[in-house]
């Protein structure tokens, strides 16, 4: 079965610092991976998809950027924070429709201060 | 394109009380219907899904959807709500040729002794 690793579990960091949250995946091959982000505890937003390494899709203009150097890797950037950067950031693979849709990471809560 | 909502931001309901969270969608093609769980600060859980087949789904810790196609709708059921089903519950809803899985605004659910 597929298991979404992420780190770290919380983050602060000042603003105008740069960020790099990771996620991998176990159990699979080739992935379709994604990011979300979710504000103040309620809806998701898709932030970044990815099908295959170094193919990455943008959902939403933004102050961050995301990367796929291996299969199995996820990584989501940025150069300098911005306040409004803050939340919870959701890492997610998508299995097979038969199966269970997607599955989660933990999640990372990242504070800009 | 394809979209759900779920038109309650809360649902509060008394411990041992049936309860119900509404779900709509709307997709082209067949539907894949997904309710999922948050709990504070953790990712988002897998409670149940609608692929093909019986309308009534069950899933885990005791609940329950119904597909209701005519209505387009997938509502979340429990027959006797516990304390700790108190949550933060999202449908999602993804169409058979579509790559993303959409995820609704989510309702706060709040089970009260």
């Known amino acids: 079965s597929q298991t979404i690793h992420q780190w770290p579990a919380t983050l602060v960091q000042p603003v105008g610092s740069p960020l790099s949250l990771e996620c991998t995946v176990e159990g699979t091959s080739n992935p379709n991976l994604y990011w979300y982000r979710q504000a103040a505890g309620r809806g998701l937003q898709l932030l970044f998809y990815?099908?295959?390494?170094?193919?990455i899709s943008s959902e939403v203009p933004q102050n961050l950027s995301a990367s796929r150097p291996q299969d199995r890797q996820f990584i989501l950037s940025s150069k300098k924070l911005l306040l409004s950067d803050s939340g919870f950031y959701l890492c997610a693979t998508r299995g097979d429709p038969g199966t269970r849709g997607y599955t989660f990471g933990s999640g990372t809560r990242l504070t800009v201060v | 394109a394809q979209s759900v909502a779920q038109p309650e931001d809360q649902v509060n309901v008394a411990e041992g009380n049936p309860l119900t969270v509404k779900c709509t969608y709307s997709v082209s093609g067949n539907p894949y219907l997904f309710w999922y769980v948050q709990y504070p600060n953790r990712g988002l859980q897998f409670l149940l899904k609608y692929i093909t087949g019986d309308n009534l789904v069950k899933g885990s810790y005791g609940f329950e959807a119904e597909f209701n196609k005519s209505q387009t709708s997938f509502h979340l059921k429990k027959p006797s709500a516990l304390v700790s089903d108190s949550a933060l519950y999202f449908c999602?809803?993804?169409?058979?040729?579509?790559?993303?899985?959409?995820f609704g605004s989510g309702t706060r659910l709040s089970i009260r002794p």
């Open positions: 990815s099908v295959g390494i170094g193919q």
């Open positions: 999602a809803v993804l169409s058979s040729s579509a790559s993303k899985i959409i």
